[in-house]
């Protein structure tokens, strides 16, 4: 279950309780993961606009911003990001927030570490078919009439980075 060495999954971390922050980094640092940890939405928010990430882990209950909050925020700077919300306080509401949102998975806190895991790579495996798909289509609204060969390549080039 561990991603390939050469494109390890890009993990945030949110969660206020720094104890449980820093086992999990170091947990998923030992396997393979490259891990960002915060303690709290604000931190969050700024490492998102710096740092591209494929999964964040963030905890529902925190202050300043819980993690809905978190959420809607990041998905408007990456749209394509998956986000597995953790509580150790769910409720039927928030559960149907958080799906109303699409975060990936709602986990209910405490979890077996080979779940968080398993949901790591599945939320991983989602964001890449999700991202495939709309360079895909991207690149064929591109290739239509009209389009010369030149105008073409710059388009590819200008969506490799947007999907890199």
Same mark, same amino acid.
């Given at each position: 279950?561990?991603?390939?060495?050469?494109?390890?999954?890009?993990?945030?971390?949110?969660?206020?309780?720094?104890?449980?922050?820093?086992?999990?980094? /170091?947990? *998923? $640092? &030992?396997?393979?993961?490259?891990?960002?940890?915060?303690?709290?939405?604000? +931190? !969050?928010? %700024?490492?998102? =606009?710096?740092?591209?990430?494929?999964?964040?882990?963030?905890?529902?209950?925190?202050?300043?911003?819980?993690?809905?909050?978190?959420?809607?925020?990041?998905?408007?700077?990456?749209?394509?990001?998956?986000?597995?919300?953790?509580?150790?306080?769910?409720?039927?509401?928030?559960?149907?927030?958080?799906?109303?949102?699409?975060?990936? /998975?709602? *986990? $209910? &806190?405490?979890?077996?570490?080979?779940?968080?895991?398993?949901?790591?790579? +599945? !939320?991983? %495996?989602?964001? =890449?078919?999700?991202?495939?798909?709309?360079?895909?289509?991207?690149?064929?609204?591109?290739?239509?009439?009209?389009?010369?060969?030149?105008?073409?390549?710059?388009?590819?080039?200008?969506?490799?980075?947007?999907?890199?």
């Amino acid at each position: 279950m561990t991603p390939v060495k050469e494109n390890p999954i890009r993990i945030l971390l949110v969660d206020d309780e720094a104890d449980l922050v820093e086992f999990l980094a /170091r947990l *998923l $640092l &030992k396997r393979g993961y490259t891990v960002t940890a915060t303690n709290s939405g604000p +931190e !969050a928010i %700024e490492a998102v =606009e710096v740092q591209t990430f494929d999964v964040a882990i963030v905890d529902l209950k925190m202050p300043q911003m819980d993690g809905i909050e978190v959420l809607q925020k990041i998905r408007t700077i990456q749209p394509y990001l998956e986000v597995i919300m953790l509580t150790g306080h769910g409720s039927p509401e928030s559960a149907l927030e958080a799906g109303r949102l699409k975060a990936f /998975r709602y *986990l $209910l &806190k405490p979890y077996k570490i080979e779940e968080l895991l398993e949901q790591i790579q +599945e !939320a991983y %495996e989602q964001r =890449e078919n999700v991202l495939n798909t709309a360079y895909e289509e991207e690149i064929m609204e591109s290739i239509s009439p009209g389009h010369t060969p030149k105008d073409i390549l710059a388009r590819c080039e200008e969506l490799r980075r947007k999907y890199d």
